[in-house]
């Protein structure tokens, strides 16, 4: 079974920053598009909200993060990371990551979710942004 697990999330205040982790567990991230996925507090939908190509060649970032998230990877770690900056309560939620094998569209992983067969999905990691 195919294994990724998220970590770095936490409670920080506006315009903080925080850097999640994504790791694979049981196999390498090396060949699989990586995606972050948050769920806001209370809603059912993931938003699509940095995504990496297989090869890292192709990022993409949702409007509301663009900017201020960075997503890149390291295939040496088997991780994949996000770092968040200038966070805003609006960021809150739980981020969840999920790989695909040899996707190389990040666009259409991030966007087009629920058209994609995901290889393996993250319990997720909780980011707070309070005052």
Not at 46 to 69: H, L, N, P, Q
Not at 74 to 99: I, M, W
């Amino acid at each position: 079974q195919l294994r990724v697990m998220e970590s770095g999330g936490g409670e920080v205040r506006p315009g903080g920053s925080l850097t999640l982790s994504c790791a694979g567990q049981t196999f390498s991230l090396d060949l699989y598009a990586v995606g972050w996925f948050r769920q806001a507090p209370g809603k059912e939908r993931k938003e699509g909200v940095a995504c990496i190509s297989a090869t890292g060649g192709r990022t993409y970032y949702s409007d509301s993060v663009k900017g201020r998230f960075t997503i890149s990877r390291d295939n040496a770690k088997r991780t994949v990371y996000l770092q968040l900056d200038n966070l805003e309560p609006e960021d809150s939620g739980d981020y969840h990551c999920a790989a695909n094998y040899l996707q190389e569209d990040a666009q259409r992983m991030c966007a087009d979710r629920p058209l994609i067969s995901f290889d393996s999905w993250g319990k997720g990691s909780l980011v707070t942004v309070s005052s």
